[in-house]
């Protein structure tokens, strides 16, 4: 049997049974069958049945629920986006761009009452974000960053740090500046996908897991849309993708998203004395503005979890578990850490993991149910699917429900992101832009100068 554990640190402290849950032995016919176990289908589930208890939903998961990016990511819920305000803009509006924005605020604030009102003990810690300028030449995007937020009447829920002011957060070695906001919070993620699954059983929602979805059947010729596995069909009304990034093995989606792998390093747990030289007591989210992406957050045990890309794109956009491990980029990881920290000279990491996130061509997340073939879908969250998850899950119960709200008229719901290139284009593309952003850190860290935005990396990956 396949050690759940070890798949991440999360899943290890979960506290909870990772014995699967039986497998699917027949073909069942439900309301709503949903692909994934993971953060979308689990909300969509839950707001499903919150909305009418009655519903018969069926969950078709191929490991365990929170196998996936869910039970791996570095612990953020952030109100923040992977595509911005004024790409939002440019696409379908300022008035769109602001609602979106203002809808992930929203969700931040739903997600904590779900907390606290279905009584999830999931080390949930609201103390907000802050980016770091890490040397003259972050400085300017800390800036541009504010302004961008700013100039669309988001400002007050921003500040702008001095030196002075960072560190008094968190000292961070070569800091210059930061950009705090309240609006994020940390989590324990893997606990709060379990829990998420025994709720939503509690509700009345079936998981089935170690039960692979081969294919999707849309609805036609008088036949009903279904979940295709090798044990029976899940046929339903309506069928649910919530694969993330494991949505590329399904022929049809296979283009649709890159699974670009996000990597992680642990420490073992501090010393008092140790966090009495970083300070960190607000257990705020970290990064830098590095282009290349790092994130850090301080767990409820007192470890510093240091995560970051690097792992390079596979040809061919295979998953596999191998994948989960690289250590050149784990080791970049760890000796990034210890430059943020020098405390951490001398402090042992005790884990390391990784996993693939959903990459869309244009960075735009896609909400949507289309009628007539029964089929719906939640993904393309580049790495920030803890908030934003919820707000697919709500979404989705509103669409499947028929309910005109606030959410089914955002601008992710309907968006289709054209396919990725074919191979070998694809990988040619994606593997340039990942050593290129590499190299314009590298350049910039070392002259002090600010990347110009002009480069074709900064291009490609402009966001």
């Known amino acids: 049997m396949r050690d759940y554990r070890s798949t991440s640190f999360w899943l290890e402290t979960c506290g909870d049974d990772l014995t699967p849950r039986a497998a699917l032995k027949q073909s069942v016919d439900c309301d709503v069958a949903i692909l994934g176990a993971g953060y979308s289908g689990l909300w969509t589930a839950y707001y499903l049945l919150k909305a009418d208890p009655k519903l018969r939903v069926v969950i078709v998961e191929r490991e365990i629920a929170g196998f996936g990016a869910s039970g791996r990511n570095g612990g953020w819920c952030s109100a923040g986006l992977n595509i911005s305000l004024h790409r939002l803009e440019k696409l379908h509006g300022r008035d769109a761009a ?26 949930w810690r609201r103390g907000g974000q802050l980016l770091v300028a890490r040397g003259t030449h972050q400085v300017p995007a800390l800036r541009e960053t504010f302004d961008e937020f700013d100039a669309y009447g988001f400002g007050d829920r921003y500040q702008l740090l001095d030196a002075g002011a960072t560190a008094e957060r968190v000292r961070i070695d070569g800091a210059l500046g930061g950009l705090y906001t309240p609006d994020c919070a940390v989590v324990q993620p893997a606990t709060l996908a379990r829990k998420l699954a025994r709720l939503v ?3 009345g ?17 008088g036949r009903r849309p279904a979940l295709m596995t090798p044990n029976g069909d899940v046929t339903a009304d309506v069928a649910v993708l919530a694969g993330e990034a494991y949505l590329t093995r399904l022929r049809r989606l296979h283009r649709q ?16 004395e140790q966090w009495a030289q970083i300070g960190w007591q607000a257990h705020e989210c970290v990064a830098s503005m590095r282009l290349s992406v790092d994130y850090l957050s301080r767990t409820a045990d007192g470890r510093i979890l240091f995560g970051g890309r690097g792992a390079p794109y596979r040809f061919g956009s295979p998953i596999r578990d191998d994948y989960d491990r690289h250590d050149p980029t784990h080791e970049m990881l760890r000796g990034m850490a210890r430059s943020w920290f020098p405390v951490l000279r001398d402090v042992e990491f005790s884990h390391a993991w990784g996993g693939p996130l959903g990459m869309p061509r244009d960075w735009h997340p896609t909400f949507s149910l289309d009628r007539r073939s029964g089929v719906a879908t939640a993904r393309g969250y580049v790495g920030h699917g803890v908030a934003t998850t919820n707000l697919a899950g709500r979404t989705l119960a509103d669409l499947i429900g028929g309910r005109d709200t606030a959410a089914t008229r955002l601008p992710f719901v309907g968006h289709r992101s054209r396919n990725w290139e074919p191979e070998p284009f694809r990988w040619i593309g994606v593997r340039f832009a990942q050593e290129a952003l590499g190299r314009v850190d590298a350049k910039a860290a070392r002259t002090g100068r600010p990347p110009t935005g002009r480069s074709l990396a900064e291009r490609i990956a402009r966001h």
């Open 98 to 123: 602001r609602a979106t924005y203002q809808a992930m605020f929203d969700t931040l604030d739903e997600i904590e009452r779900v907390v606290r009102d279905e009584r999830l003990d999931v080390d």
């Open 201 to 203: 059983e509690r509700m």
């Open 205 to 221: 929602a079936t998981i089935v897991e170690g039960t692979e979805v081969t294919d999707y059947r849309p609805r036609a010729a």
């Open 257 to 272: 998203l890159v699974p670009l792998y996000s990597l992680i390093v642990l420490t073992e747990p501090l010393s008092d």
